[in-house]
T-cell receptor, first 114, second 112 residues
Framework: DAGVIQSPRHEVTEMGQEVTLRCKPI?????LFWYRQTMMRGLELLIY????????DSGMPEDRFSAKMPNASFSTLKIQPSEPRDSAVYFC????????????FGPGTRLTVL | GEDVEQSLFLSVREGDSSVINCTYT??????LYWYKQEPGAGLQLLTY?????DMKQDQRLTVLLNKKDKHLSLRIADTQTGDSAIYFC????????????FGTGTQLKVEL
């Protein structure tokens, strides 16, 4: 199994530009999670989906952030316009529903906004 | 409310045992997890324990759960330099959907 796949692995952009992060969950997993990790705030849950439907987006910082899951094998997290304070590592994780609901993390996208 | 606390740093000598501690405030946890994060990588699940268990052992790892004190610990026996990483505990709450609440992470440094 390839695990959770994220792209790009690194992204450097200028303030004001649109950024799109991509995630492919593990095949057969029903839930998908987007996290942000920074030194100051640690690991924060931004949003999660069950069966492609957003369940909890209370962690999305503001309207500049949006996430979609058009099908079971793909999700995007978009920031428009980006700001320097958005610089962080963004992780996608997926899990099967039920049982321990163990989450499996992707390698992350390191975003730098200049 | 949900709050998961960990100490920030732990330093041990190679070959010694490491004990990483975690406290949580919500008693409705159903599962508790330990994840490991190596530099530049995502979080990797190490083990998890169901809330009605007191202990779980998996090779060099021992998880202890004290529900009364809301305290979770991870013991790593014969700690190796490859165990140097950040360790996160996390809890899944009853009625919290299937999202996890993560602790702040403990950075384990293994010295020769």
């Amino acid at each position: 199994d390839a695990g959770v796949i994220q792209s790009p692995r690194h992204e450097v952009t200028e303030m004001g530009q649109e950024v799109t992060l991509r995630c492919k969950p593990i095949s057969g997993h029903n839930s998908l999670f987007w996290y942000r990790q920074t030194m100051m705030r640690g690991l924060e849950l931004l949003i999660y989906f069950n069966n492609n439907v957003p369940i909890d987006d209370s962690g999305m910082p503001e309207d500049r952030f949006s996430a979609k899951m058009p099908n079971a094998s793909f999700s995007t997290l978009k920031i428009q316009p980006s700001e320097p304070r958005d610089s962080a590592v963004y992780f996608c994780a997926s899990s099967p529903l039920g049982g321990g609901d163990t989450q499996y993390f992707g390698p992350g996208t390191r975003l730098t906004v200049l | 409310g949900e709050d998961v606390e960990q100490s920030l740093f732990l330093s041990v000598r190679e070959g010694d045992s490491s004990v990483i501690n975690c406290t949580y405030t919500d008693s409705s946890s159903t599962y508790l997890y330990w994840y490991k994060q190596e530099p530049g990588a995502g979080l990797q699940l190490l083990t998890y324990i169901f809330s009605n268990m007191d202990m779980k052992q998996d090779q060099r790892l021992t998880v202890l759960l004290n529900k009364k004190d809301k305290h979770l610990s991870l013991r790593i026996a014969d700690t190796q330099t490859g165990d140097s990483a950040i360790y996160f505990c996390a809890e899944k709450l009853t009625g919290g959907g299937n999202k996890l609440t993560f602790g702040t992470g403990t950075q384990l440094k293994v010295e020769l």
